[in-house]
T-cell receptor
Framework: KQEVTQIPAALSVPEGENLVLNCSFT??????LQWFRQDPGKGLTSLLL?????REQTSGRLNASLDKSSGRSTLYIAASQPGDSATYLC???????????FGGGTRVLVKP | SAVISQKPSRDICQRGTSLTIQCQVD?????MFWYRQQPGQSLTLIAT?????????ESGFVIDKFPISRPNLTFSTLTVSNMSPEDSSIYLC???????????FGQGTRLTVV
């Protein structure tokens, strides 16, 4: 059974610092991995999707890497801003089937 | 991509009543899912909504408690029946579009049962 872990559970940084969020998974037989942002009480916004054959994806200040063999993905957010404050979730899709397994999320606070 | 409209965005309900949540997508999609997110927790899949047939429920979720409809390729409803305070959660609709495997989510329905 796939298990997805995100450490740390919470993170507080001053504005301008780079953010590093970690996601680990136990079963490397994945089809893709997706990073989401969730504001309090709201739905999920898709940030980046990495296919299992890819090593990284970039969008603006966001960069996500994937090391499938070691079961790890990292989301980097450059030059953080207070508007980046949210919970960030990773989810993996198995190589067979379509059910996502979510991590517990990392709650980020960027202080002005 | 897909634009998902989920209604209502929030509601406060009395115990013992039922609430139906609607999920409308701006384009035809292959897969539609319903998730629950309990306070402080991550997402748990309730069921896959199948077009024209009964939904496929995950372990721990039953049709009598969470009846789901999907009459066409762009619309689905989830009903939370005979509610108790333990049903207080955010309920989320998710879809996958044709030819893709990226998941898109609605804005969520924040349900409080009193």
């Amino acid at each position: 059974k796939q298990e997805v872990t995100q450490i740390p559970a919470a993170l507080s940084v001053p504005e301008g610092e780079n953010l590093v969020l970690n996601c680990s998974f136990t079963d490397s037989a994945i089809y893709n991995l997706q990073w989401f942002r969730q504001d309090p009480g709201k739905g999920l916004t898709s940030l980046l999707l990495i296919q299992s054959s890819q090593r990284e994806q970039t969008s603006g200040r966001l960069n996500a890497s994937l090391d499938k063999s070691s079961g790890r993905s990292t989301l980097y957010i450059a030059a953080s801003q207070p508007g980046d404050s949210a919970t960030y979730l990773c989810a993996v899709r198995p190589s067979v089937g379509n059910k996502l397994t979510f991590g517990g999320g990392t709650r980020v606070l960027v202080k002005p | 991509s897909a634009v998902i409209s989920q209604k209502p965005s929030r509601d406060i309900c009395q115990r013992g009543t039922s609430l139906t949540i609607q999920c409308q997508v701006d384009s035809q999609v292959t897969m539609m899912f319903w998730y629950r997110q309990q306070p402080g927790q991550s997402l748990t899949l309730i069921a896959t909504a199948n077009q024209g047939s009964e939904a496929t429920y995950e372990s721990g979720f039953v049709i009598d408690k969470f009846p789901i409809s999907r009459p066409n390729l762009t619309f689905s409803t989830l009903t939370v029946s005979n509610m108790s305070p333990e049903d207080s959660s955010i309920y989320l609709c998710s879809v996958e579009v044709w030819g893709g495997t990226e998941a898109f989510f609605g804005q969520g329905t924040r349900l409080t049962v009193v």
